[in-house]
């Protein structure tokens, strides 16, 4: 089946929540799945639909950050998009590869993501086999600081995460996949909690490492879209 594929460009992290959303609520008219690319007017960091970010988050460091804040229409915890690459799938339930099962509809994106980053790095991927069962309890509402079952690995650690949202007419799938780590000062100053800051430290992998450049961000970003595109033309 052929994909569509939407590029929507920069917008604010309000708007591009809301655009998903809305595609979800369309998507009984659909007839093909959507693959959506966008970006962001500004740093952003987005949480899902049941977590309250005020619990977890600095919100003076928020502020000071200028960070543009909104809520997901999936679950999942939060996630920055300062040095990631967001995206979002859209599967029609007409779709062969449509289950009723989350995870199996969780692991069909997630190999073709997995394909796209061992494409663009010297380095194995897989997807997990199962959430490990240490992770500490402060930690499970930040995505990068918590595995979860099928999400993307390298080397031991989570390069690429998601939450999804299911209706009788199919799925919404937002995905990130991380790129570059984010600075221990921009992390202690926007967390809560130290203790998710070490849990982001030690269970994430990034694209790029620690050391980036806007211009190589840029250019990491424009790679993997294209290796992502090329991707689902795979898992037709």
């Known amino acids: 089946m052929e994909w569509k594929y939407l590029d929507t460009g920069k917008r604010t992290a309000a708007e591009n929540m809301a655009l998903d959303e809305a595609m979800l609520s369309e998507l009984e008219n659909e007839k093909r799945p959507i693959l959506h690319l966008y970006d962001w007017v500004s740093e952003a960091v987005t949480h899902g639909h049941f977590i309250d970010p005020e619990k977890f988050l600095n919100m003076s460091g928020i502020e000071k950050r200028g960070l ?31 289950s009723l099962n989350p995870l199996e509809n969780y692991a069909f994106v997630n190999k073709a ?18 959430e490990p069962k240490t992770i500490q309890e402060e930690c499970r509402s930040f995505c990068m600081a ?20 299911k209706t009788r007419h199919g799925y919404l799938h937002q995905g990130s996949i991380s790129l ?22 030690q269970n994430s992998f990034a694209l790029l490492g620690d050391k980036w ?18 991707a689902f033309l795979q898992v037709e």
């Not at 993501?113 to 494409?119: L, T």
């Not at 450049?213 to 090329?230: F, W």
């Open 113 to 130: 993501v997995a394909w796209a980053i061992h494409e663009m790095i010297p380095h194995s991927t897989e997807l997990l086999a199962a």
């Open 146 to 165: 918590k595995p979860t079952k099928y999400d993307v690995m390298v080397q031991g650690k989570k390069v690429g995460g998601a939450a999804q949202r």
């Open 68 to 98: 543009d804040l909104a809520k997901r229409p999936t679950g999942g915890g939060i996630v920055f998009h300062n040095c990631d690459l967001a995206f979002s799938v859209l599967l029609p339930a007409h779709h062969p590869a449509f």
């Open 180 to 201: 570059g780590h984010l600075s221990n000062d921009f992390l202690c100053e926007v967390l809560a909690s130290e203790t998710v800051v070490e849990g982001i430290k």
């Open 213 to 230: 450049t806007n211009r190589e961000l840029q250019e990491a970003r424009h790679h993997l879209r294209s290796l992502l595109q090329k």
